[in-house]
C-alpha cells in the first residue's frame, strides 16, 4: 500500500527521518511512551488557541475528519466556492495536509492559507516549512494560492474585560518567505516520501545522536542502543557545542567515563565529568557558608506552582503569563526554633492574584530572606503580581529585595556530585543532600502535573470527592518543595559550621 505523507510526518522527518519512518512502519515503538503532563498541554493549547482563532471567520465552515469522505466534503466546497473553511482536507500524488483556515477570494479567483499557532512569536525553522508543505500540495490540487499567512498569539495583548479575539492575535502576511522556499521544499517533500516508503528499516544510529539529550526523538533508543541511560549527551550545554559532541560521537564515546582529558570543557561540564569518572564529591564549604552568611533570620522558604493560559483568563494577563494558584511557606524563626508552614490553594473559578497576595502578606513579615529554588522564576511572578495588584506593590518589592536563590549552591558549583548529572534541580538535588525525602510516592511528582491537575479542577467539573482529592495532592506537592529546600538548607549548614 502506498505511503502517504501527511504534514505533520513531514516535520517529524525534518527533524529526524529515521523517526518519521518508525512512526509509520513501527508505530508500536513510536508511540510505546505515554505523553508527557507537558505535551498533553501542548496539545491541548493547540486545540484552544485554534478554536478561538476560527471567530476570526464568523463564516467559516468546519470539515470534519481526515479520510475520504472529508476529502470528497472539501472538494465539493470547493468547487460551490466557498468562502471559509476550516480544516478542509486535500490528498494529492501522496501528500496529506488539513488546512487551518482557507479563504476565497471571488475578486481575484484565488485562495489565502491561514495556518495558527499556539505561540507568541514565529518560528521559521518549523513554521515557515509548515505552511510550504501546504502551500505546495494546493497548487498541486490546483489552487491558486496568493496570501499565505500565519496567526499567532500577539504577546502585547493584555486583557481588560471581554476578550477581544481581533488583537489577541497577529496576522502576518508570510506570502514572500514562503515563496521563496517552495522549491525547496518540494524536494524535500519527494524526498521524504521516497524515505518513508522503503520498508526496510533504515540501518544504524538515528541524526539525533549528534544532538543534546533534550532534542532526542521518541524512538533514539530503539536507534541507538549503544548509547547509556547517561551519556555524552548529558553533558551540561553539550547541545550547544555541535562540534564538541559530533568528535566524542565520531570517536565512537558515548560513556562519560571514556571522555579524553585532551577535549577543553568548560568548568562546570568538567566538574560533571570528573565527578562521574572519579566519584568524587565536590563541596566548597568557605563558598557555602558565605552564602549562608548573607541569609537574616527569620527564614521563609516559599514555593509558588503556577499554570500558563496561553488565552488570557482573566483580566491583566498576556498570553502564556502565568497564573500563580497556589504556595507552600515554611518558616524558621531562628536556628533553634520549630519549622512553621502555612499554606494557601485557590480553587475557585476567578483570578487568584489578589487572594494569592493577602494570604502571603498575613505571613511574611518585613524583615527575613526569602528563600526559593530559581529566583528568576518566583520574582518575575511577584513582579507581575505587583503589576495586577498596585496596592500589595511595596509589599512585593520588599519580598523581591530579600529574595536568595538556593539552587545558587548548585549551579555556582558550590557543591557537584556526580548523581546531580549537570543538573541543579531540586528533583536532582534532594535524594542526595536529603535521602529521606522523596517526590516517587505523591500523585503529583512535577510542576507541569500540578499546573494541568490544577486547571481541571477550576474548569472541568470534578464531583466535591474528585476535587478534594486532586487539592490535597496539590497541597502534598507542593509542601514538599518548600520543605525539601529547608531540608537541604539545613544539612548544607550542619556541612559548613
Aim: net charge negative; with cysteine.
Amino acid at each position: 500500500m502506498p505511503i502517504i505523507l501527511s504534514k505533520t510526518d513531514y516535520i517529524i522527518f525534518r527533524e529526524c527521518p529515521k523517526n518519521a519512518w518508525m512512526k509509520i512502519h513501527k508505530p508500536e515503538i513510536y508511540f510505546q511512551s505515554e505523553l508527557s503532563e507537558f505535551e498533553k498541554h501542548i496539545i491541548e493549547t493547540g486545540n484552544e488557541v485554534e478554536l478561538a482563532a476560527r471567530k476570526l471567520f464568523p463564516t467559516g465552515i468546519l470539515v470534519e475528519g481526515r479520510g475520504a469522505d472529508a476529502q470528497k466534503i472539501t472538494q465539493d466546497y470547493i468547487q460551490n466556492k466557498k468562502s471559509v473553511l476550516f480544516q478542509p482536507v486535500f490528498l494529492k500524488e501522496g501528500f496529506l495536509a488539513a488546512v487551518d483556515i482557507l479563504k476565497f477570494n471571488k475578486d481575484t479567483n484565488s485562495y489565502s492559507i491561514y495556518e495558527v499557532k499556539a505561540s507568541n512569536e514565529i518560528d521559521e525553522k518549523t513554521h515557515f516549512y509548515d505552511l510550504a508543505f501546504q502551500v505546495n500540495l494546493l497548487r498541486k490540487a490546483g489552487l491558486k494560492v496568493i496570501g499565505i499567512n500565519l496567526i499567532h498569539l500577539n504577546s502585547e495583548y493584555i486583557r481588560s474585560g471581554d476578550l477581544d479575539i481581533t488583537k489577541l492575535f497577529k496576522i502576518d502576511n508570510v506570502s514572500e518567505e514562503i515563496n521563496k522556499i517552495c522549491d525547496e521544499v518540494s524536494l524535500e517533500m519527494e524526498k521524504a516520501l521516497t524515505y518513508l516508503s522503503n520498508n526496510s528499516e533504515p540501518s544504524g544510529h538515528c541524526g539525533c545522536i549528534y544532538k543534546g539529550r533534550s532534542k532526542h526523538c521518541s524512538t533514539f533508543k530503539h536507534s541507538n542502543p549503544q548509547v547509556p541511560e547517561y551519556s555524552v549527551h548529558d553533558i551540561a550545554r553539550i547541545g550547544s557545542s555541535p562540534k564538541k559532541l559530533a568528535e566524542l560521537i565520531d570517536s565512537g564515546i558515548f560513556h562519560i567515563k571514556d571522555v579524553p582529558e585532551h577535549i577543553k570543557f568548560s568548568d562546570i561540564q568538567k566538574n560533571q565529568i570528573d565527578a562521574h569518572i572519579y566519584e568524587k564529591v565536590l563541596i566548597k564549604e568557605n563558598k557555602i557558608a558565605e552564602e549562608f552568611e548573607n541569609l537574616t533570620f527569620p527564614l521563609y522558604f516559599l514555593d509558588y506552582e503556577t499554570f500558563p493560559c496561553a488565552i488570557p483568563r482573566f483580566d491583566g494577563f498576556t498570553p502564556y503569563q502565568q497564573i500563580p494558584f497556589q504556595y507552600s511557606l515554611h518558616i524558621l524563626e531562628s536556628p533553634e526554633s520549630e519549622l512553621k508552614h502555612f499554606e494557601f490553594l485557590y480553587s475557585d473559578v476567578g483570578d487568584p492574584s489578589k487572594s494569592l497576595i493577602e494570604s502571603l502578606q498575613s505571613h511574611i513579615g518585613d524583615v527575613g530572606s526569602i528563600i526559593v529554588w530559581s529566583k528568576k522564576f518566583e520574582c518575575r511572578i511577584n513582579k507581575e503580581l505587583a503589576e495586577r495588584i498596585p496596592d500589595a506593590s511595596s509589599f512585593i518589592e520588599s519580598l523581591n529585595s530579600r529574595v536568595y536563590d538556593l539552587m545558587d549552591i548548585f549551579s555556582k558549583q558550590h557543591y557537584v556530585h556526580k548523581d546531580f548529572k549537570g543538573s541543579a534541580s531540586i528533583k536532582k538535588v534532594l535524594p542526595i543532600i536529603a535521602s529521606e525525602l522523596s517526590y516517587k510516592n505523591l500523585n503529583i511528582k512535577e510542576g507541569g502535573a500540578a499546573a494541568q491537575s490544577w486547571n481541571k479542577i477550576v474548569s472541568a467539573g470534578f464531583d466535591k470527592m474528585e476535587k478534594e482529592n486532586i487539592i490535597q495532592d496539590l497541597k502534598k506537592y507542593c509542601e514538599l518543595d518548600t520543605y525539601a529546600m529547608f531540608a537541604i538548607w539545613k544539612n548544607l549548614r550542619n556541612l559548613v559550621e
